[in-house]
């Protein structure tokens, strides 16, 4: 998406909203549309709840940023809903959440400290929908907490999807990765920058870290661009958020990356070992370069579940599930929604 039509999306953001709402709306008679605070580690967490038949399985959503709240793309989502109770979850520190509690509230904030609440609210939906397990989704730095989720309480999961998987980087591959796009782009700056930082990331500042993502984003091409394509036209046109919702959700990625830089540019993936007690699906975009398309498949190939397929969704990259919400609809569907049969409640 160019400048011109980010402009423009500025422009018919209440046309879009009410275009969104209406679209949104679900009148089947077992239907579930709520949205909430939840008290969940000791703090009132945003939850919101959508789905036509309150009896079909749960789909749990583990953002990605950090901090960077999926419920701006409900619409995106919505045929979703036909067959799956969707539920986002604005993680302590992101969006709604971050509004409610604010820096003091959240206080400090780790990954074992998300894991704990992903748990919480993987509870509180299995006592209020009838349900003994629930369908775990980790995205991109929210496949981390998924990883760890799956790892902890696996008798609360029927699955778990990967999707814009992390995986480990021994040989720096992310960083030829960006190297190549930059250099496909003819960002001659970008590439002096990333070589001045060097391969190992975990020797960069966050304001190196920052500067990388920001190149690798302008780099992406020939799939959605996950900023000007996906998250500033789903967040402009949200009827569910207002632009005080948007500030704090860029407040919130900040406080989080702030608490969480060290331990996401170090996560070690062997801690938490390769053998998981439930099926594991890697759902990846088949020319992601944020997750790099080839370390999921490598991690995927080190796992060992009862249970594991790896799919590519195709022309996609990163956000895969919201560039091409019908292929992944498609895969849950045939893969991994007969692993959890319909509630009785």
């Given at each position: 998406?160019?400048?011109?039509?980010?402009?423009?999306?500025?422009?018919?953001?209440?046309?879009?909203?009410?275009?969104?709402?209406?679209?949104?709306?679900?009148?089947?008679?077992?239907?579930?549309?709520?949205?909430?605070?939840?008290?969940?580690?000791?703090?009132?967490?945003?939850?919101?709840?959508?789905?036509?038949?309150?009896?079909?399985?749960?789909?749990?959503?583990?953002?990605?940023?950090?901090?960077?709240?999926?419920?701006?793309?409900s619409p995106l989502l919505r045929s979703w809903e036909k067959h799956f109770i969707v539920?986002?979850?604005?993680?302590?520190?992101?969006?709604?959440?971050?509004?409610?509690?604010?820096?003091?509230?959240?206080?400090?904030?780790?990954?074992?400290?998300?894991?704990?609440?992903?748990?919480?609210?993987?509870?509180?939906?299995?006592?209020?929908?009838?349900?003994?397990?629930?369908?775990?989704?980790?995205?991109?730095?929210?496949?981390?907490i998924g990883v760890m989720m799956a790892k902890l309480r696996p008798d609360l999961f029927?699955?778990?999807?990967?999707?814009?998987?992390?995986?480990?980087?021994?040989?720096?591959?992310?960083?030829?990765?960006?190297?190549?796009?930059?250099?496909?782009?003819?960002?001659?700056?970008?590439?002096?920058?990333?070589?001045?930082?060097?391969?190992?990331?975990?020797?960069?500042?966050?304001?190196?870290?920052?500067?990388?993502?920001?190149?690798?984003?302008?780099?992406?091409?020939?799939?959605?661009?996950?900023?000007?394509?996906?998250?500033?036209?789903?967040?402009?046109?949200?009827?569910?958020?207002?632009?005080?919702?948007?500030?704090?959700?860029?407040?919130?990625?900040?406080?989080?990356?702030?608490?969480?830089?060290?331990?996401?540019?170090?996560?070690?993936?062997?801690?938490?070992?390769?053998?998981?007690?439930?099926?594991?699906?890697?759902?990846?975009?088949?020319?992601?370069?944020?997750?790099?398309?080839?370390?999921?498949?490598?991690?995927?190939?080190?796992?060992?579940?009862?249970?594991?397929?790896?799919?590519?969704?195709?022309?996609?990259?990163?956000?895969?599930?919201?560039?091409?919400?019908?292929?992944?609809l498609e895969e849950l569907i045939k893969r991994v929604r007969p692993l959890a049969p319909?509630?009785?409640?």
């Amino acid at each position: 998406m160019s400048k011109y039509n980010i402009l423009r999306e500025i422009v018919m953001r209440k046309r879009n909203q009410s275009k969104n709402a209406k679209e949104l709306q679900i009148n089947t008679p077992n239907s579930i549309v709520e949205g909430c605070y939840v008290k969940i580690g000791g703090i009132d967490q945003w939850i919101t709840i959508r789905g036509e038949n309150w009896n079909n399985p749960v789909l749990l959503f583990i953002h990605g940023g950090p901090a960077s709240t999926y419920s701006i793309f409900s619409p995106l989502l919505r045929s979703w809903e036909k067959h799956f109770i969707v539920v986002q979850w604005d993680q302590r520190g992101a969006g709604k959440t971050f509004r409610r509690n604010g820096k003091d509230g959240c206080r400090t904030i780790t990954f074992d400290r998300l894991a704990q609440d992903g748990i919480e609210v993987a509870e509180y939906l299995t006592n209020k929908l009838g349900y003994q397990k629930v369908i775990l989704i980790g995205s991109s730095v929210g496949s981390f907490i998924g990883v760890m989720m799956a790892k902890l309480r696996p008798d609360l999961f029927y699955a778990y999807v990967g999707t814009d998987q992390n995986a480990p980087d021994s040989q720096n591959l992310s960083y030829t990765l960006t190297l190549n796009a930059l250099r496909g782009a003819g960002n001659t700056r970008g590439v002096q920058l990333l070589e001045k930082m060097g391969a190992d990331q975990s020797q960069w500042s966050r304001k190196n870290f920052d500067k990388r993502n920001r190149l690798l984003v302008k780099a992406i091409k020939d799939v959605p661009n996950m900023i000007t394509d996906l998250i500033l036209p789903s967040m402009l046109s949200s009827p569910e958020h207002k632009i005080r919702d948007m500030m704090d959700i860029f407040r919130g990625m900040s406080y989080s990356l702030d608490h969480l830089f060290d331990e996401l540019i170090n996560f070690d993936f062997k801690k938490f070992g390769m053998q998981f007690e439930l099926p594991v699906f890697i759902f990846h975009g088949d020319n992601d370069i944020i997750t790099p398309t080839e370390l999921a498949r490598a991690y995927y190939d080190e796992i060992e579940a009862p249970q594991k397929e790896f799919v590519l969704i195709k022309n996609a990259g990163h956000l895969a599930c919201f560039s091409r919400p019908d292929q992944f609809l498609e895969e849950l569907i045939k893969r991994v929604r007969p692993l959890a049969p319909m509630s009785s409640t």
